[in-house]
């Protein structure tokens, strides 16, 4: 007898299974031989793609990002009348100025802008100046609006990937007076102005993946017609997300021989067909669950497992053990071997697996289902099979104390009482 805890997995089979052969010929594992269907199909795909845009362009789109670093400003100041209540000419930024003692805004403008991966920066760039006037009652109501230009369209490049523009304006309010004053005449009602400043620039980025334009605005608004009034200015973030946009992009491959191309997919082509027809794919093997769970069981019993050669007792000469973790656990606690035989002649997978203990012997069956085996009529159990009272598992299998005691000490109690301790109950 060889003891042993593990179990080879090809005798969990029947023999009918184990030596059924079968003819590979034209068979292949179905992973491998749909992969070599799906290679031939991608290079047929390739090669009619290569051929196409070979002789003809092939454009498509893809988004790319592009990482724009900006940085605007607006620097401002206030230039004021003589006024017999303060000696200050000028004044800075972020204050309420009084219209009747203000002359002119000098405003200076400046934008820098880094775009990673840029190769070469262009730029233009000009300086509005936009009357716009709304209603009292409703400030996104418009009336009408007017463009002039204060600083012609500068024009320039530069190579790398940052650039830094920027120019002035000076913007007098007695200049807008008369529009003013025309307009309130004529229409007789008392309207808001505002006159805001524009700086719009462009950029076009030379990027390895194409050109692109960037367009960024400056603004500075400033109230014509209140008694006092407040300067806004609007410039660009900074934002540090890309910016994700669709660049057009040409598919260009070495231009061959035109006959080169048909043949290289006829190749595939054929091969494919070969493919298909001479070979097929390996059958699905359905798992058997039976010998899983006898394989699980086999494991269970790690450490205490014998396997023998020959079925030792029929099962319905011994006591037969309805849990098999139990029968485990006693024999761990006993430190007793529990013989296996698989039976292989047969054509069904069965296993016996036996418990020698005193004078009992405790069986239990494995036939791919759990349960008692059946006892034949001539059997000297027959009498307790047919019997109503349920035998527990208890009865069946001595319990044993809970000191981890040799199996000469259990089998001493077990002989002074009779071959039943009260103790072990």
């Known amino acids: 007898m060889k003891n042993s805890s593990h179990y080879a997995s090809p005798f969990l089979l029947p023999p009918s299974t184990r030596n059924e052969k079968r003819n590979n010929r034209h068979e292949m594992n179905r992973h491998l031989r749909r992969l070599l269907i799906l290679i031939l199909i991608l290079i047929v795909a390739a090669v009619a793609l290569a051929g196409y845009s070979s002789y ?25 009348l003589p006024n017999p209540l303060t000696d200050q000419t000028t004044l800075g930024m972020d ?24 190769t070469s920066l262009a730029w233009r760039y000009r300086i509005d100046a936009k009357i716009e006037v709304h209603t009292s009652d409703d400030p996104h109501r418009l009336f009408f609006d007017r463009t002039t230009n204060l600083v012609p369209e500068t024009i320039g490049s530069t190579t790398g990937n940052e650039l830094t523009v920027g120019n002035a304006a000076v913007i007098r309010l007695s200049d807008y007076e008369p529009l003013i004053k025309e307009f309130l005449d004529q229409t007789g009602q008392h309207e808001n102005f505002t006159l805001t400043l524009l700086m719009p620039v462009t950029v076009r980025a030379e990027l390895p993946e194409g050109p692109f334009e960037f367009e960024d605005v400056l603004s500075l608004a400033i109230p014509l017609n209140q008694p006092s009034f407040t300067i806004t200015k609007s410039v660009p973030l900074n934002s540090l997300r890309p910016q994700w946009h669709q660049i057009e992009f040409r598919l260009v491959f070495a231009r061959l021989t035109l006959l080169i191309y048909p043949i290289i997919a006829g190749i595939a082509v054929l091969l494919m067909i070969l493919l298909l027809l001479i070979t097929r794919s390996r059958p699905k093997v359905k798992k058997n669950q039976a010998a899983r769970r006898l394989k699980r069981k086999l494991q269970l019993a790690k450490g205490r497992l014998v396997l023998i050669a020959d079925k030792a007792w029929e099962p319905e000469w011994c006591v037969a053990i309805a849990d098999f973790k139990s029968m485990v656990r006693t ?48 059997a000297p159990d027959a009498t307790l099979s047919s019997s109503p009272e349920f035998v527990s598992v208890e009865e069946r299998i001595p319990f044993l104390p809970e000191t981890d005691d040799s199996p000469d000490i259990v089998l001493e109690h077990l002989k002074d009482g009779g071959g039943q301790d009260p103790t072990l109950r």
């Open 56 to 80: 003809f362009p092939v454009y498509f789109k893809l988004p790319v990002p592009v990482w724009p670093l900006r940085d605007s400003n607006i620097d401002y100041k206030v230039l004021l």
């Open 331 to 378: 024999a761990k606690k006993l430190k007793y071997p529990i013989f296996c035989y698989v039976d292989q002649t047969s054509t069904s997978l069965a296993a016996y697996f036996y418990l020698s203990y005193g004078e009992n012997n405790y069986c239990y069956s494995f036939n791919g289902q759990l349960g008692r085996p059946t006892v034949t009529e001539d």
């Open 95 to 118: 204050q309420v100025y009084l219209s009747a003692y203000t002359h002119s805004v000098d405003a200076e403008f400046s934008h820098q802008l880094k775009i990673r991966r840029a």
